[in-house]
């Protein structure tokens, strides 16, 4: 899924993945799990790459992919079981060399809260080495950026 974009979404046009809560993510508070977001947060990343045209195969063709170097979870308010998350991303900045940063907001289906904001940061390596590499071109292109966005996200109170 890839067009929702209800009014609470912070900013137009996210890539969004809609995730089923599931009996496992609920914690003895009765909510959904910290550690949980976090799963959520790297499958919407590793399914808008697949949209992007970017699944693993196209990394190994490069010899090239995306690792993550830093993860930011800011939690507002709780998730219920039996709801549907929908979480949305946005790349916001793609340095076109080394490094690509995307940011997350977490919402419940048909409620205007939102759950948690999120941000991830990447560096590509070299699959076969482990070690940093340079972007190949197709990243830089594929992976389009809306830095405009970043000051949206960074003034969150």
Not at 33 to 51: C, D, K, P, Q, T
Not at 84 to 98: Q, S
Not at 130 to 140: D, E, I, K, L, S
């Amino acid at each position: 899924m890839s067009k929702i974009d209800p009014p609470n979404f912070i900013a137009p046009d996210p890539f969004v993945l809609a995730v089923k809560v599931r009996a496992a993510d609920i914690d003895d508070f009765g909510h959904v799990n910290n550690v949980v977001y976090l799963g959520w947060i790297a499958r919407a990343a590793w399914a808008h790459s697949e949209a992007l045209g970017f699944d693993f195969n196209a990394y190994r063709e490069v010899d090239c992919g995306f690792v993550v170097t830093r993860h930011e979870i800011d939690y507002r308010t709780a998730c219920p079981p039996e709801t549907t998350a929908l979480v949305a991303t946005w790349i916001t900045a793609n340095d076109r060399r080394l490094r690509l940063r995307r940011r997350f907001q977490i919402c419940i289906q048909g409620a205007s809260a939102t759950l948690a904001f999120a941000m991830s940061d990447f560096a590509t390596i070299k699959i076969s080495t482990g070690r940093a590499c340079r972007m190949p071109t197709a990243f830089a292109d594929g992976y389009p950026a809306r830095p405009a966005l970043e000051p949206v996200f960074r003034n969150l109170s």
